[in-house]
Nanobody, 114 residues
Framework: VQLQASGGGLVHAGGSLRLSCKASGMHFAISAMAWYRQAFGRQRELVTIITSGGNTNYSESVKGRFTISRDNSRRTVRLEMNSLKPEDSAVYYC?????????WGQGTQVTVSS
């Protein structure tokens, strides 16, 4: 399994970014996909998850601002992040679990300046 994340960067508070994660080596369409983030000095936390059927769940801190979506034809999961806040600054990781094994992308840095 390989997860290739992209799309991070630097943005001002209130701005938007879109992250993408392309998967390979797995049966993408039947896999739940998630985004986690880890801020400096803090534990990695779940941001959002999308099931194989397209059901979604969000952490309270991002609900209403972030949107996760998937394109099974492109084996890609995306994260649209709007109304970004400085506290959203973190390394964002794409994640999936297959056969009870956790797979992580390489992480992409998101920095939101105040």
């Amino acid at each position: 399994v390989q997860l290739q994340a992209s799309g991070g960067g630097l943005v001002h508070a209130g701005g938007s970014l879109r992250l993408s994660c392309k998967a390979s080596g797995m049966h993408f369409a039947i896999s739940a996909m998630a985004w986690y983030r880890q801020a400096f000095g803090r534990q990695r936390e779940l941001v959002t998850i999308i099931t194989s059927g397209g059901n979604t769940n969000y952490s309270e801190s991002v609900k209403g601002r972030f949107t996760i979506s998937r394109d099974n034809s492109r084996r890609t999961v995306r994260l649209e992040m709007n109304s970004l806040k400085p506290e959203d600054s973190a390394v964002y990781y794409c994640h999936t679990r297959r056969s009870m094994v956790d797979w992580w992308g390489q992480g992409t840095q998101v920095t939101v300046s105040s």
